[in-house]
């Protein structure tokens, strides 16, 4: 079983930063961020293979950097500016292999391992 554990979530103002952390075991394959909003569904925010190609959702490229540090089995998720928009429960999720397509890489069904989630509030 991966444990996944999430951190750094909380209040920001927009336009702000904020940077979120998931503890992960070393790890082979796809990792990346999701995120719920109340009362929508989830949804990819961005992901990155163990090659280190990255994914991101439409809404925060440019604003959003995903990446990884393997020597601390940490994955990351830096937020710029964000905006009200951004607010939702954030988790980080994992999988053993990664699909070639990009647009499957950002499908929350893509992904095996969840951590419990840490939630963003933009105002």
């Known amino acids: 079983h991966v444990q996944l554990v999430e951190s750094g979530g909380g209040s920001v103002q927009a336009g702000g930063s904020l940077r979120l952390s998931c503890a992960a075991p070393?790890?082979?394959?796809?990792t990346g961020w999701f995120r719920q909003g109340l009362g929508k569904g989830p949804e990819g925010v961005a992901t990155?293979?163990?090659?280190?190609?990255?994914t991101y959702a439409d809404s925060v490229k440019g604003r959003f950097t995903i990446s990884s540090d393997n020597a601390k089995n940490t994955l990351y998720l830096q937020m710029d500016n964000p905006q009200p928009e951004d607010t939702a429960m954030y988790y980080c999720?994992?999988?053993?292999?990664?699909?070639?397509?990009?647009?499957?890489?950002?499908?929350?069904?893509?992904?095996?391992?969840w951590g419990q989630g840490t939630q963003v509030t933009v105002s």
């Open positions: 070393e790890y082979r394959g796809c």
């Open positions: 990155i293979t163990s090659a280190g190609t990255t």
């Open positions: 999720a994992a999988n053993p292999g990664c699909f070639n397509n990009p647009r499957r890489r950002l499908s929350p069904s893509a992904y095996k391992h």
